[in-house]
């Protein structure tokens, strides 16, 4: 499915989409259903943030998902952009773009014990449901096994991951834009004392998600709130966007049939009232659209890693030669064509395995 949009002026130097482009959500902000002013407002931001050196993620999609999240006030939105760029360069000791890359969360399943968080399947609109059990969070136990910034990092690299391949595959899928997420959080086992526990970590993720990810909430389902936690964000709503409360339902232990009412049963696991068993338990399945060759796509940061190692091995080339053919035999020539092992960065290497001897033990 090609990107064309007769509603919307894509930009041929940025907007290079393999998948619709024109949102069901026919709400003025939305792409196809742009007012003039918002049009020439993406040009002027994107001219801005040309002028300041900036050369990616300079599409249109993206810079009209910043523009809704500032009220398409131009200057606000440019400051949240260059902020969430300054951000992208350095999450936590690495740049986003080789994090999505090199990240490997081997501890996931030790993790998951206590902090089940997963992309599982598609709601009745075709977007990715996110099941997040928050009361099951027990942080002491968790940073015996993996550290605040290696969950934060798996956190990053699962936005990413929505961005592309997860939303575009929907969106192919579907046959209009997704840009969106259902979520499910179950508070089964909240108190105040975990609340308390659990804040600072909790807080930064939210920071993450508002100011990096923006316009990424499709619909928020809070399961299991405690007695007393209706009337708590009855209070707290009064200062959220109107738009954003429009999305959160808080439902007690009763939940199903509302769930039930925007997920189909054999995409919703067992355990929320659906009839879903994947292989191995959902929470490790990642079953979608993006895992299905019919809709999905190689991401494009995958690509984009493909070409730079093409482009090294070119270099390399270049300047090493290769020496004159000479015959060999026996095992003389198995460390491969070149005989050397992709490098990885100390670091990062230091970490996976710091976390694997986590995870075993």
């Not at 740049?95 to 890359?101: A, G, H, M, S």
């Not at 099951?136 to 136990?141: A, F, H, R, V, Y």
């Not at 100011?211 to 964000?233: C, D, M, T």
Request: glycine share 8%.
């Amino acid at each position: 499915m090609g990107a064309e949009n007769p509603s919307m002026t894509l930009d041929p130097k940025y907007d290079h989409y393999d998948y619709p482009t024109t949102s069901p959500n026919k709400q003025s902000g939305h792409p196809g259903h742009l007012t003039p002013e918002q049009e020439a407002q993406v040009h002027q931001l994107r001219a801005m943030l040309e002028q300041e050196g900036y050369s990616e993620r300079l599409d249109t999609l993206t810079l009209l998902r910043f523009l809704r999240a500032r009220k398409f006030n131009v200057e606000l939105t440019k400051k949240m952009f260059v902020e969430a760029e300054a951000w992208r360069k350095n999450m936590r000791g690495k740049p986003v773009d080789e994090l999505v890359r090199e990240f490997v969360y081997v501890e996931k399943p030790k993790v998951f014990e206590y902090y089940p968080q997963y992309y599982h399947k598609t709601d009745k609109d075709g977007r990715p449901v996110y099941i997040e059990k928050l009361g099951k969070i027990d942080l002491p136990s968790l940073y015996k096994i993996t550290t605040e910034d290696r969950m934060l990092q798996n956190l990053v690299v699962e936005y990413e991951k929505v961005a592309d391949p997860r939303l575009p595959a929907c969106s192919r899928k579907s046959g209009s834009l997704l840009e969106t997420c259902c979520t499910i959080m179950d508070l089964s086992g909240v108190g105040i004392g975990k609340v308390s526990s659990v804040y600072g970590y909790v807080q930064q993720a939210s920071v993450i998600s508002q100011n990096y990810y923006p316009e990424r909430l499709g619909k928020l389902y809070l399961i299991n709130a405690p007695w007393g936690f209706s009337s708590v964000f009855a209070f707290v709503k009064r200062f959220l966007d109107p738009v954003t409360v429009q999305k959160i339902h808080v439902l007690g232990s009763g939940y199903q049939a509302e769930l039930l009412g925007q997920i189909d049963p054999e995409n919703l696991p067992k355990e929320f009232g659906g009839t879903c068993e994947c292989e191995g338990g959902c929470a490790f399945s990642d079953m979608g659209p993006w895992q299905d060759p019919k809709w999905a796509k190689p991401p494009k940061w995958a690509q984009a890693d493909k070409k730079k190692e093409a482009e090294k091995d070119k270099d390399t080339t270049i300047q090493n030669p290769p020496p004159p053919y000479k015959e060999t035999s026996g095992l003389e020539g198995s460390a491969g064509a070149n005989g050397v092992r992709p490098a990885v960065a100390d670091t990062e290497e230091a970490g996976q395995d710091a976390a694997l001897e986590h995870a075993k033990s």
